[in-house]
T-cell receptor, first 113, second 115 residues
């Protein structure tokens, strides 16, 4: 799986958009970008994933650059409950029996009132 | 909304004792996983399980560890002889394997403390 680089921490004001960057310059053509988050001491939570097109769901938007070497997770209106560690993971998406996730250090997002 | 559940939420044991951590994956999911997170460290993959057999395991998952799906609903992780360094949060996850959002859904975790 390609390596990802994320800032260790970020702050965001409540109600504002949180933009979390991720660099994955060695991503290969069949690798997807996944985002998970982990709210303090809880299990990781799936947020969104994408291959090359921008994606949006009820939780967030994912913007992937045209060269796919970086991406940004956008929480459009951050709330205090969005305070968590956000993980960007790049891997092949398949239905093999393995499909393990490799978590890095992530970005610790602190949403402040 | 269906969710993965884990019991107990906190387990305290003496070094050398056996522990069994239990998980109930989401109904109809086919793929099951265990991860662990030592306090202050990254989430680490331990093992994946499909069709009643281990499909992948990490270096951490040595002979002291075993997994089992004893019935149609439970998925267990057994540590035969616990060590101090086994103290961690243990997360179970499951994945559908077909259609829909085919991603891993995690349980709330079991905090294992080895004294």
């Amino acid at each position: 799986d390609a390596k990802t680089t994320q800032p260790p921490s970020m702050d965001c004001a409540e109600g504002r958009a949180a933009n979390l960057p991720c660099n994955h310059s060695t991503i290969s053509g069949n690798e997807y970008v996944y985002w998970y988050r982990q709210i303090h001491s809880q299990g990781p939570q799936y947020i969104i994933h994408g291959l090359k097109n921008n994606e949006t769901n009820e939780m967030a938007s994912l913007i992937i650059t045209e060269d796919r070497k970086s991406s940004t997770l956008i929480l459009p209106h951050a709330t205090l409950r969005d305070t968590a560690v956000y993980y960007c993971i790049v891997r092949v998406r398949n239905n093999n029996a393995g499909n393990m996730l490799t978590f890095g250090g992530g970005t610790r997002l602190m949403v402040k009132p | 909304e269906p969710e993965v559940t884990q019991t107990p939420s906190h387990q305290v044991t003496q070094m050398g004792q056996e522990v069994i951590l239990r998980c109930v994956p989401i109904s109809n999911h086919l793929y099951f996983y265990w991860y662990r997170q030592i306090l202050g460290q990254k989430v680490e993959f331990l093992v994946s399980f499909y069709n009643n057999e281990i499909s992948e395991k990490s270096e951490i998952f040595d002979d002291q560890f075993s997994v089992e799906r004893p019935d149609g609903s439970n998925f267990t992780l057994k540590i035969r002889s616990t060590k101090l360094e086994d103290s961690a949060m243990y997360f179970c996850a499951s994945r559908a394997g077909t259609g829909g959002i085919n991603e891993q859904f995690f349980g709330p975790g079991t905090r294992l403390t080895v004294l």
